[in-house]
């Protein structure tokens, strides 16, 4: 799948003349900007692969959206652009945000800094942000191919959702994202979602682990789970290794724990989305493949 390339007649990241004929939005274009909305930058393929429809008209159809002010085209982009990535990311603008909120009878809650924040979102934020989209995309198709097993509470923390002792200091606890997996017999399984670039140092790492592993232990008064697992989506092979090893102190008896799981970006896509409930997934206790889910329910693998 390929993007729209730049040309002179439609500049990627400046809008055509302000004076367009109006645009007549559809019931799939605001579903659109919710999806924008709930991921907070979603590329072309995400968009197609949620919404449906032929790549040339989801294409035309967001540009429509981006040249009538309802998308942005972050600017920052540019520089995953330069460095081989090839699909345009859009962000809900301000006058998208203006059209959900007057649907949902909550102007209060539009960003006042949205446009601001879309502009000066930077490279590191944009790719980091896009892997968890692209994890949430492929999981929702996945769910949709498994009528035993629904999605449930995604969530993106603003805050720490803990704070724990380690070695006399507070470490924060707080997930790339958080959801459940439910499943027809009502069983519920309970995942955190870490997105590793390949930037955190091993040691900084570990220290997240063990706080997780200190969390086992709360209460679901507070705010947290039952029984989780710590979910790693990495760059590479070799980065997902060397967590592993990592991981495998991160519990006090040092023999490694299956509450938490790795996996790497390239063992799922939007094409094969079903993979994430495959044996994709090693932990540092056997290293050996597992799955997150059980076949038959939403119980761990």
Not at 91 to 99: D, E, F, M, Y
Not at 121 to 126: D, E, G, I, S, V
Not at 155 to 176: H, T
Request: a positive charge; aromatic letters at 8%; proline letters at 7%.
């Amino acid at each position: 799948m390929t993007d729209i390339p730049h040309n002179s007649r439609r500049r990627l990241f400046r809008r055509l003349d302000p004076h367009l004929p109006p645009l007549a939005l559809t019931k799939r274009d605001l579903r659109v900007l919710e999806l924008v909305r709930e991921h907070r930058f979603l590329n072309t393929p995400h968009i197609q692969a949620l919404v449906g429809g032929s790549e040339r008209n989801t294409r035309e159809r967001l540009s429509r959206l981006y040249h009538h002010g309802y998308l942005d085209r972050p600017a920052h982009q540019r520089e995953l652009r330069a460095e081989g990535y090839r699909y345009l990311v859009y962000a809900l603008a301000p006058k998208g945000a203006r059209v959900l909120a007057r649907r949902s009878g909550e102007a209060a809650r539009v960003p006042r800094h949205l446009a601001e924040d879309n502009r000066t979102a930077k490279r590191f934020y944009l790719a980091h942000t896009l892997m968890v989209a692209e994890f949430r995309v492929c999981l929702t198709l996945a769910c949709r191919a498994r009528p035993d097993l629904v999605l449930t509470d995604w969530r993106v923390p603003e805050r720490p959702l803990a704070r724990v002792n380690l070695g006399g200091n507070r470490v924060a606890v707080i997930p790339d994202a958080r959801f459940s997996l439910q499943a027809q017999d009502g069983r519920v399984a309970h995942f955190f979602l870490e997105a590793d670039r390949g930037t955190m140092s091993l040691k900084r790492f570990l220290l997240k682990l063990q706080a997780y592993w200190q969390l086992r232990s709360r209460s679901l008064a507070d705010d947290l789970p039952g029984p989780f697992r710590v979910l790693t989506i990495t760059p590479s092979l070799r980065r997902m290794e060397n967590l592993i090893a990592t991981a495998k102190n991160a519990d006090p008896r040092r023999t490694g724990s299956r509450m938490f799981c790795f996996t790497c970006e390239d063992d799922y896509n939007l094409n094969e989305p079903e993979a994430l409930f495959a044996p994709i997934w090693r932990s540092p206790a056997d290293r050996v493949p597992h799955a997150i889910v059980e076949r038959n329910g939403g119980g761990h693998g």
